[in-house]
């Protein structure tokens, strides 16, 4: 497997998010040479998602590559980025996450240092669109924000796992799962509609393969969360 991070962004209709996505993701600061790839996986979006995409990105060193999944869920979505990626630390990020400037190095280190790790989950911190609701604090795992651990290491718990948001996985032991005939049996946000439970899907097939899970509370990023789900029915949903 190629040493290096590929970061999937999976997409429907992210065409007005897509843009402040590649420009944070753009900024790293990298002081030891790394090789990395962004996938954008494209979820049957009806809108210009892609055209946005490309002109947004920059980078003649990095290279972004667009791919195209036609059958809507993020589980199909995220299996299509995993395919499509060319290097073993494989970093999913949302079309509304913003990554800190050492958000590869970060990866990649946590990756490396921890052989028995498949996935790695760091902290998402929320930016509202408006101000914030007073429960939000109270919910906010489920908007994936917040810590996923009491501390930085190994989560050892039988009942824990990481949201899907940043998380990051170890794409070899993954083809190993799928190998041995594993299927995501949930879908995961479809479209318009909410749905959810293929993060922690994810988390137990791998922890069931025999492989850790791991929090890293230095992977930050910024999730922005619109007015739109800011809401009780929302939350409801």
């Excluded at 494209?42 to 946005?52: F, G, I, L, Q, R």
């Excluded at 990626?85 to 590869?104: A, G, K, L, P, Q």
């Excluded at 739109?228 to 029915?233: A, D, L, T």
Aim: proline fraction near 3%; charge should be negative.
């Amino acid at each position: 497997m190629n040493d290096g991070v590929s970061v999937v962004i999976c997409c429907y209709n992210s065409a007005s998010r897509i843009t402040t996505v590649l420009e944070y993701l753009s900024n790293q600061e990298i002081n030891h040479p790394i090789a990395w790839e962004v996938v954008l996986v494209d979820n049957a979006s009806d809108d210009e998602t892609t055209v946005v995409a490309r002109r947004a990105w920059k980078s003649d060193v990095v290279p972004l590559h667009i791919v195209i999944e036609p059958k809507k869920g993020l589980s199909n979505a995220r299996r299509k980025g995993i395919q499509e990626s060319h290097y073993e630390f494989v970093s999913f990020i949302d079309d509304d996450n913003w990554v800190n400037t050492r958000w590869i190095e970060g990866v990649y280190g946590s990756m490396k240092n921890n052989p028995d790790v498949a996935l790695v989950g760091g902290r998402g911190e929320a930016v509202f669109e408006k101000e914030e609701p007073e429960w939000f604090e109270r919910f906010q795992q489920s908007f994936a924000v917040g810590p996923q651990a009491a501390a930085d290491g190994i989560m050892k718990n039988a009942d824990s796992f990481l949201y899907g948001a940043g998380l990051v996985l170890r794409k070899s032991v993954w083809d190993k799962i799928i190998d041995k005939g594993f299927e995501f049996q949930l879908s995961g946000r479809t479209g318009k509609m909410i749905a959810s439970g293929e993060d922690s899907e994810m988390c137990y097939a791998i922890k069931l393969a025999g492989y850790d899970l791991y929090y890293d509370s230095t992977l930050t990023f910024k999730h922005y969360i619109s007015k739109g789900r800011m809401s009780v029915p929302y939350l409801i949903r």
